[in-house]
C-alpha cells in the first residue's frame, strides 16, 4: 500500500476512479429521487434543470480529470527522456573523454619496415593519422663536423620536397632542445607563421605543437614533431611518447 502512494500517478488514476463511481451512484439517487419522495407526475420540468446542471458539471469534471491526468504522464514522459537524453549525452560525453588511440597500428607499421628511415616514416604516418594531426615531422640523431644534429627522416602533410635537407643542432630551436634535454615539450600557443599547412584549398597554422625525444638509455636517436589545430591531450601525448619508445626499441633491436 506504502509503495502505491509513492507512485503519484497511479494514487491519481485510483482517485479518478473512485470520482467516476460517485458520478455514476449521484446520477443514480438524483434519477431516483422523484420516486422516492412519492413525487407524482409532471414534476420532470421542475428537475430538468437540474439535471441539466450536473450533467454538464460532471462532464466537465470528468473531462478536467481525464486531461490532467494525461498531460502528468506526459510530463513524466518527457521528464524520463530527458534524463534518457541527459544520460546519453554523459557516455557520449564519457565515450569522446577516453582515448580511441591504440598503438597496434604503429606496431604494425614497425614490423612493416626494413631500415631506419623507414621504421620512422611508418610509426609517424600512423602517430598522425591516429591524432588527426595537421602536420608530423621526425628527425635522426646523427653527427657532422663533431656536431651533434637530428635530421628530417619523413614527414607528414609537410610543405617541403623529399629531397630538402632539414636538420638541427641539438639545443637549437624547439627540436633541438627536446634532443639535447631528452624532453617533450608542448606548445599550445604557437605563433602564426611558425608552422604553415598548406594544401589545394590555402594555409594554415596550427596552434599546438607537441615535440617528442625518441631516446633510448638516456640517449637520442630521433625527435618526433607534431602540429596540431586542437589542443592535445593527456592520453595524446603519452601515447607519442609510448610509440616513440617503440621506435627506439626497433631501431635497436
Known amino acids: ?19 467516476f463511481l460517485g458520478i455514476i451512484y449521484s446520477i ?49 514522459v518527457f521528464r524520463d527522456k530527458k534524463l534518457e537524453s541527459a544520460f546519453a549525452a554523459n557516455e557520449a560525453n564519457d565515450a569522446g573523454s577516453q582515448t580511441t588511440i591504440s ?20 610509426a609517424l604516418q600512423a602517430i598522425c593519422k591516429q591524432l588527426d594531426a595537421g602536420q608530423g615531422a621526425v628527425y635522426a640523431t646523427s653527427e657532422k663536423e663533431g656536431k651533434r644534429i637530428v635530421e628530417l627522416q619523413g614527414g607528414y602533410a609537410l610543405s617541403i620536397g623529399e629531397s630538402t635537407v632539414l636538420s638541427y643542432e641539438f639545443g637549437e630551436g624547439l627540436v633541438g632542445q627536446s634532443a639535447a634535454g631528452n624532453k ?34 638516456n640517449k637520442t636517436l630521433g625527435v618526433m614533431e607534431i602540429a596540431s589545430f586542437t589542443p592535445i591531450t593527456e592520453d595524446q601525448r603519452k601515447f607519442v611518447e609510448e610509440s616513440a619508445q617503440l621506435i627506439a626499441n626497433s631501431i635497436n633491436g
Do not use: C, R
Not at 1 to 16: P, W
Not at 103 to 111: H, P, R
Open 28 to 76: 443514480y439517487s438524483i434519477y431516483s429521487l422523484p420516486h422516492e419522495l412519492s413525487l407524482t407526475s409532471g414534476y420532470q420540468s421542475v428537475f430538468t434543470p437540474v439535471y441539466t446542471t450536473l450533467g454538464i458539471t460532471f462532464i466537465l469534471g470528468g473531462i478536467t480529470i481525464w486531461y490532467a491526468l494525461q498531460y502528468k504522464n506526459e510530463v513524466i
Open 1 to 19: 500500500m506504502m509503495e502505491l502512494l509513492k507512485d503519484h500517478y497511479k494514487v491519481g488514476l485510483f482517485l479518478a476512479g473512485l470520482f
Open 184 to 217: 617533450t615539450l608542448y606548445v599550445d600557443e604557437v605563433p602564426d607563421g611558425y608552422v604553415k599547412i598548406i594544401s589545394g584549398l590555402g594555409s594554415a597554422s596550427p596552434k599546438y605543437l607537441l615535440v617528442v625525444p625518441i631516446q633510448e638509455a
Open 103 to 122: 598503438l597496434e597500428s604503429v606496431k604494425a607499421n614497425l614490423q612493416q619496415a626494413k631500415s631506419t628511415k623507414e621504421l620512422m616514416h611508418a
